[in-house]
Nanobody, 123 residues
Framework: EVQLVEAGGGLVQAGGSLRLSCTAS????????MSWFRQAPGKERSLVSC????????YYADSVKGRFTISSDSAKNTMYLQMNSLNFEDTAVYYC????????????????WGQGTQVTVSS
């Protein structure tokens, strides 16, 4: 059974930091690009960041460049998102997703999804 389990969300003040994690099971972690998406109320789900063993580059949405850092630990089948300098616009449900091979901008390109974790930034 494939599972993606997110953790680390919560309530934080503006300017603060959070670290999200996504632990995968049921598939070969290194064969998949791992991404973080987020969805705020009334908005579409959008790609925040992506990392893939098939590509040394990592992707970041313009809105998070310089503040968020994605990483992964193949030994633990876990991906992380370090989020610094959080602001109100970062408030959303954050989803972990896996796509076979490489990163996709479109959510429809992903094979597996986690249940999401809420991040709320208070102003």
């Amino acid at each position: 059974e494939v599972q993606l389990v997110e953790a680390g969300g919560g309530l934080v003040q503006a300017g603060g930091s959070l670290r999200l994690s996504c632990t995968a099971s049921g598939f070969t972690f290194d064969d998949y690009a791992m991404s973080w998406f987020r969805q705020a109320p009334g908005k579409e789900r959008s790609l925040v960041s992506c990392i893939a063993t098939t590509d040394p580059r990592t992707y970041y949405a313009d809105s998070v460049k310089g503040r968020f850092t994605i990483s992964s630990d193949s030994a633990k089948n876990t991906m992380y998102l370090q989020m610094n300098s959080l602001n109100f616009e970062d408030t959303a449900v954050y989803y972990c997703a896996a796509a076979y091979g490489w990163c996709h901008m479109d959510a429809r390109g992903y094979d597996y999804w986690g249940q999401g974790t809420q991040v709320t930034v208070s102003s």
